[in-house]
């Protein structure tokens, strides 16, 4: 009997070599954890910075496969303080705004003109800069009581009579209201991209696309197909002016912009 199963044996074994020589496509064997990495980052998981501020790295790809590396940064509005800086006369680099504030997190704002005046609505430490928008765009503001707002002005103008704002920056457009992508017309021009946001928890969310990659209709899309829950989020100023510096014990972003810049967000 035993005789008679060595070549059946012979065969299992030979079978065993030649599939173990195999390369199976979509088939990954062992430990390799590259595809959870770009640029050296690990990527989906949220990172702790420093008390109440995480940051996060997400691959995302446009509809005709244009990629690049989402840079996110999520903060609990109770363990924050939001304000908006302004300097026409002395604008910086990020990381001069980032040296002079000794901030925890710092994004660039909303839009500014030639002359480093915003061209909407601005607040600094309760001193109004500028014009509301009115019947489109958004507004992130902070109120007296240092609660921090993110809204469409046209479902919800501003009304400076009934409203005590602190802190705010204007732009546009909005790209996702009540967790909806918002309607808006836009050019198919490919930009850096800056986004400010709430998620459904009440987080606030800072999101940067460093690279030439995305219009604004792809950045719509891609926000309420992510996976960040996002509730509102509005455009910031993009282009040369795309600029994040994360600044904590554990995790530290460094993405300037490509202009000296009069307005940002500053995080403490």
């Known amino acids: ?43 989906n998981k949220w990172l702790p910075s420093s008390s109440g501020i995480e940051v996060r790295y997400e691959r995302w790809k446009g509809a005709g496969n244009n990629e690049d590396l989402i840079t996110i940064v999520r903060m609990k509005p109770q363990s924050i303080k939001l304000s908006v ?5 002395e604008p910086l680099t990020v990381k001069e705004w980032m040296q002079k504030t000794g901030a925890r997190a710092i994004i660039n704002g909303g839009y500014f003109d030639a002359q480093n005046r ?3 609505l ?93 219009t604004l209709d792809e950045m ?8 960040l829950s996002i509730q509102t989020a509005l455009n910031l100023d993009g282009g040369s002016s795309t600029g994040l510096y994360v600044h904590g014990e554990q995790q530290k972003v460094e993405i300037d912009a490509n202009v000296a810049l009069p307005i940002v967000i500053v995080v403490k």
Not at 35 to 42: R, S
Request: a negative charge.
């Open 85 to 89: 800086a302004y300097q026409p006369t």
């Open 122 to 214: 601005l607040v600094s430490n309760g001193q109004p800069f500028g014009n509301s928008y009115e019947g489109f765009g958004g507004m992130l503001s902070v109120d007296a009581q240092g609660t921090i707002g993110l809204r469409s002005l046209n479902q919800q103008p501003y009304d400076p009579s009934s409203e005590s704002v602190q802190q705010a920056t204007q732009s546009a457009p909005m790209l996702v209201i009540d967790g909806k992508r918002a309607e808006f017309n836009a050019n198919a021009d490919v930009q850096r991209r800056t986004v400010v946001a709430l998620d459904k928890e009440g987080n606030l969310l800072f999101i940067v696309s460093s690279m030439l990659a995305f």
């Open 118 to 120: 915003p061209t909407a």
């Open 1 to 43: 009997m035993h005789q008679k199963r060595t070549p059946f044996l012979l065969l299992l074994l030979l079978l065993s070599i030649i599939l173990s020589s195999c390369s199976l496509p979509g088939l990954s064997i062992g430990t390799d954890n590259s595809g959870n990495q770009a640029n050296g980052q690990i990527l």
């Open 220 to 227: 719509a899309d891609l926000l309420v197909a992510s996976d």
